[in-house]
């Protein structure tokens, strides 16, 4: 499975081939990926783009590459079932995703705090 990030940057760079009314829903899919990703990475992100402005291509290549794993926890199932799911194990409420999306299920809930897990990140309250 391709991680969200590299379908996003694939789509993106892909953007000028689409027909015009394509377009919108090639934006509105990258903007969908990075703005999910991005809510619960914002700090990774911000030393990234540091990093990345200062020159210390490296670095920025190391964080990109040790945040994917929430890009591709969040995106194993619908982003919202998930987030929600993500939300909840803190002990916030979210409550359920509007139909006809189901909410999580334990299974998915133990894969998700396995690629945050990965991606260093502990969710549980």
Request: net charge positive.
């Amino acid at each position: 499975m391709a991680s969200p990030f590299a379908m996003a940057a694939n789509i993106a760079s892909l953007r000028s081939l689409l027909p015009e009314r394509a377009k919108s829903t090639a934006r509105t899919v990258v903007r969908t990926v990075v703005e999910q990703v991005e809510r619960r990475i914002a700090d990774r992100l911000r030393s990234m783009l540091s990093a990345f402005g200062a020159g210390d291509t490296r670095t920025a290549t190391t964080i990109f590459y040790d945040s994917e794993p929430v890009a591709v926890g969040l995106f194993r199932a619908p982003a919202v079932t998930l987030t929600k799911a993500a939300l909840e194990l803190r002990g916030l409420p979210a409550g359920p995703p509007r139909l006809p999306l189901l909410p999580a299920d334990e299974g998915q809930k133990e894969r998700l705090l396995a690629d945050l897990a990965a991606a260093g990140m502990s969710m549980v309250a």
